[in-house]
């Protein structure tokens, strides 16, 4: 069965800490795709990033970087020196490659606060 | 130059309505989506449409009809309103269905109150 945790429900940090937020995925497939969303306040949905299965290279962009390690089946994100304008919920989320037309496979979410 | 709209933004009604929320996409996506988001911030894909053919129905009520007149529009359509249906609806798109790869692009979101 495919699942998403994302264990930390709320997070709250002082302006320029570094924070990272937790995301274990759980798949059967052997090739599949993670994504980082952002819900900023104003309610939109923002994509951040994605990851394949094969690619466990970490990636920064930014202030942001990405931690995905297969063997702990874990997708964990970082922001760097966060600022307030970082705070929003944030989302994982799971797609298998061989699944029923594309979904995405979401985790509970994990509301940052971020404060000056 | 919206990519993903969905109309209206909220939508305020009383239980028992009949009400439909629209979405098109104007980046040339051959799949489209319907999640929703519940009070606690939960994602949960609900329908998916590739070419105007559903894909996926995630054991959704009869109530909620979906309905894609052309690869670029997908309405959701909800009888007999219950409170439980309260939520935000989000509309969203991705290049192709054959590849989870692609991003999908959200929409605004629909926020739906029923009284």
């Known amino acids: 069965a495919q699942k998403v945790t994302q264990a930390q429900t709320e997070i709250s940090v002082v302006e320029k800490e570094d924070v990272t937020l937790d995301c274990v995925y759980e798949?059967?497939?052997?090739?599949?795709?993670l994504f980082w969303y952002k819900q900023p306040p104003s309610g939109e949905l923002v994509f951040l990033i994605r990851?394949?299965?094969?690619?466990?290279q970490n990636e920064i962009s930014g202030r942001y970087s990405w931690n995905f390690q297969k063997s702990t089946s874990s997708f964990n994100f970082t922001i760097t020196a966060s600022q307030v304008v970082d705070s929003a919920v944030y989302f994982c989320?799971?797609?298998?490659?061989?699944?029923?037309?594309?979904?995405?496979?979401f985790g509970q979410g994990t509301e940052l606060s971020v404060k000056p | 130059d919206t990519a993903v709209s969905q109309t209206p933004k909220y939508l305020v009604t009383q239980m028992g309505n009949d009400k439909s929320i629209k979405c098109e996409q104007n980046?040339?996506?051959?799949?489209m989506y319907w999640y929703k988001q519940d009070s606690k911030k939960f994602l949960k894909i609900m329908f998916s449409y590739n070419n105007k053919e559903l894909i996926i129905n995630e054991t959704v009520p009869n109530r909620f009809s979906p309905k894609s007149p052309d690869k670029a529009h997908l309405n959701l359509h909800i009888n007999s309103l219950e409170l439980g249906d309260s939520a935000v609806y989000f509309c969203?798109?991705?290049?192709?269905?054959?590849?989870?790869?692609?991003?999908?692009?959200f929409g605004p979101g629909t926020r739906l109150t029923v009284l």
């Open positions: 990851r394949n299965s094969f690619d466990e």
């Open positions: 798949t059967r497939d052997t090739t599949y795709y």
């Open positions: 969203a798109s991705s290049q192709d269905r054959t590849s989870p790869y692609n991003e999908q692009f």
């Open positions: 980046l040339g996506h051959d799949t």
């Open positions: 989320a799971l797609s298998e490659a061989f699944n029923q037309g594309g979904k995405l496979i």
